[in-house]
């Protein structure tokens, strides 16, 4: 409804704007977008087109924005249009052409709000949570792997084809580490006294995997093993119950993705070498030495050569090794061919999202695609990153740090267990992304108007209560098409109104900026919108009229607090 008068609106005024100009040859159209006026009392829309026009036409903003208004065509949904400001064109909409969007609500249900992707709607990658395969997942993974599954569901929603990726870095240092340190549990579980380093994994998980390949394997086989082959062996399994117990966790959060990327396969490919002898072959590769590391002082710091990547060619400020000391890819090598390979899958956009920690490897990665792509592709070909601060965890204002599980972090899981899923997943949803995220585990437990989750989730448990105490007081609603609605004059019930038909340009916002916390935002508002008119109003009055118009009203509410809330992958309860 809200998409189809504004866009009515926006030809409107383009056409309005073609016949001004048409003695203006060199002037172009400005684009004509329609923003949400602050105040009420503002319109219900407003228009910056007159001002882009006042150096080209020699007139003022005020003078131009008068002439738009003289010669617009308005659609039959507008009340009224004025010039305001320094040349702002204020729209007033009918208050029954607002009202008339419960009626599109109701009758479009899970469907209002969102866009149907075309055959050949843009096809985004989205990788995310994307969490080392040594171990469960923490807090932190947690916040990243909502943020990711929130904003590939807003992306499907407008109108995009979205995969959802998970990158599993199964290759590098980090495996060994891994391998070594359940081949030591092992050992002490075969009776060893066992002296364990501080590079090894600690962690009951590591325990249980050690026992789970001692019940599948002969410990003497093993031992009889050459040292590598026993390691890879050890590190493939843990690898493998590592990320059975990673997506039990994400399944427990409700998330899922299409893919499981591994980057081992890179390696076992040879697309990882094949891409540094193309960089080779391009001239933007050479030996040489690093420069020290910054912002530490380094008494010991030895020059030594390695293959490098000229990335300061394309925009990073230092140039990047290619390969260690030993011959073997960096990470950031196997990193390079991960995003070239997506971009060979033929994804029209690109999306990351990362924690926070993960910062400079921002422009490095988009260097190198720089170097990749023809110009006429980069800009598809670059990947938009989203950077997750942490999560402070506390329980009643004091600092969570310690795991039983992890040994070292609380996992995503164990909140999840104590909190709830929604709980979890709307928290998390409730601030940017650059800002750290304070989390109590009692107050997310709370259930009162202070808890996020629990006040939206109320407001529609709250009015399916209603509707269902009427319909045991026998308050039919007939035919929608039949009520009236232009008895739903009063402040509150405006401001619901209002807020329902802004919910598809919001959503359209949020995922143009890539910012799926402001779903949560609306939910909010929109909560605290209709518990202010539950506190004001009646539903169920002695006016018949009234009546059935606040029950499509409050209906339409749910159904968008459902819809929203769906975005997030959080629940709407009927009870509470």
Avoid at 195 to 204: H, L, M, V, W
Avoid at 534 to 549: F, P
Wanted: glycine share 6%; net charge negative.
């Amino acid at each position: 409804m809200e998409a189809c008068v504004k866009q009515a609106l926006e030809q409107a005024l383009e056409q309005a704007l073609i016949k001004l100009l048409q003695d203006h040859p060199d002037a172009a159209v400005p684009p004509v977008v329609l923003t949400r006026p602050k105040e009420k009392e503002h319109g219900d829309y407003a228009a910056n087109v007159a001002m882009p026009l006042a150096r080209v036409l020699k007139q003022s903003p005020q003078q131009i924005a008068a002439n738009i208004l003289a010669a617009v065509v308005w659609p039959d949904a507008v009340e009224a249009a004025d010039v305001a400001g320094p040349g702002f064109i204020n729209i007033r909409l009918k208050k029954a052409s607002e009202a008339n969007v419960l009626k599109t609500i109701i009758q479009q249900a899970e469907e209002y709000g969102r866009v149907a992707a075309a055959a050949d709607a843009t096809k985004v990658n989205l990788e995310f949570v994307s969490a080392n395969p040594t171990g469960p997942m923490h807090v932190g993974h947690g916040r990243g792997a909502v943020v990711g599954d929130a904003l590939a569901n807003l992306l499907a929603a407008t109108g995009n084809h979205v995969q959802r990726e998970y990158y599993i870095n199964d290759a590098g240092a980090q495996i060994g580490v891994l391998a070594g340190s359940v081949w030591l549990r092992m050992r002490e579980l075969n009776g060893e006294q066992i002296e364990f380093p501080e590079s090894a994994y600690p962690g009951e998980y590591i325990v249980q995997i050690a026992t789970e390949v001692l019940a599948a394997h002969d410990y003497k086989t093993l031992l009889a093993m050459d040292e590598d082959a026993r390691l890879a062996l050890i590190g493939q399994l843990a690898i493998d119950a590592n990320m059975a117990m990673i997506r039990d966790d994400l399944n427990a959060i409700g998330i899922h993705f299409d893919l499981y990327f591994s980057e081992q396969s890179l390696h076992n490919s040879g697309r990882v070498n094949e891409l540094i002898e193309r960089l080779q072959a391009d001239g933007v590769v050479y030996r040489g030495t690093l420069p020290p590391p910054k912002g530490k002082e380094v008494s010991d710091y030895q020059p030594v050569e390695h293959l490098l990547f000229r990335t300061t060619d394309f925009g990073d400020d230092v140039d990047r090794p290619l390969a260690k000391q030993d011959g073997t890819a960096t990470y950031f090598a196997a990193d390079i061919a991960y995003h070239y390979d997506k971009h060979l899958r033929g994804f029209d956009r690109m999306i990351d999202v990362w924690g926070a920690d993960h910062g400079g490897y921002v422009t490095r990665v988009q260097a190198a695609m720089k170097a990749l792509i023809e110009p006429e592709a980069a800009s598809a070909a670059q990947p938009d990153v989203i950077l997750v601060q942490m999560v402070n965890l506390t329980r009643d204002g004091v600092p969570v740090k310690m795991s039983k599980r992890a040994g070292t972090f609380v996992t995503l899981r164990e909140v999840v267990d104590e909190v709830g899923r929604d709980a979890v997943r709307f928290n998390f949803m409730t601030r940017r992304v650059e800002s750290q995220l304070d989390f109590d585990l009692e107050a997310a437990k709370k259930q009162n108007d202070e808890n996020p989750v629990y006040y939206v989730q109320y407001a529609h448990a709250r009015i399916a209560a209603i509707l269902r105490k009427a319909s045991d007081e026998g308050v039919v609603v007939g035919e929608i098409d039949d009520v009236d609605l232009s008895v739903l004059t009063s402040h509150e019930e405006q401001r619901l109104v209002a807020h329902l038909l802004a919910y598809p340009e919001a959503l359209l916002r949020a995922a143009d900026r890539l910012e799926a916390y402001r779903v949560a935002t609306y939910a909010m508002r929109l909560a605290a919108d209709f518990h202010s008119f539950y506190h004001k109003h009646r539903v169920v009055t002695d006016d018949n009229n009234l009546t059935v118009a606040r029950m499509l009203l409050i209906r339409a509410v749910a159904q968008v607090i459902t819809n929203a809330l769906g975005i997030l992958g959080v629940s709407a309860p009927d009870r509470m």
